[in-house]
């Protein structure tokens, strides 16, 4: 069964980090781009950035640039988001999606989806 699965989401303090998770079963994640995207309350998904499968990070949201980065862990078979200096404007639900490649950020354009991991950023 082809899966996506987001994982590390929480609670943390402005200027905290947090290490987000999406883990793929069912296909080899090494052959997909992978893009995250997040849903903030009461406002539109957004794309946040993306991995291509060579590995080079595009951003398309230029708030985030500086602070989160991509990574992957290919015997694993995920996609590590590592978000730093965290602000409570990053609070959102964020969805991990694997496409052919870092083109764009139409979410259902995607060939797979994760159902979301909730990320707070408060006192």
């Known amino acids: 069964q082809v899966r996506l699965v987001e994982s590390g989401g929480g609670l943390v303090q402005p200027g905290g980090s947090l290490r987000l998770s999406c883990a793929a079963s069912g296909f080899a994640l090494d052959y997909y781009a992978v893009t995250w995207f997040r849903q903030a309350p009461g406002k539109e998904r957004e794309g946040v950035l993306c991995i291509s499968k060579s590995d080079v990070t595009t951003y398309y949201t230029d708030s985030v640039k500086g602070r989160f980065t991509l990574s992957r862990a290919s015997g694993k078979n995920t996609v590590y988001l590592q978000m730093d200096s965290l602000k409570p404007e990053d609070t959102a639900v964020y969805y991990c999606?694997?496409?052919?490649?870092?083109?764009?950020?139409?979410?259902?354009?995607?060939?797979?989806w994760g159902k979301g991991t909730p990320v707070t950023v408060s006192p």
């Open positions: 999606t694997s496409g052919r490649g870092c083109r764009g950020t139409n979410f259902y354009g995607m060939d797979y």
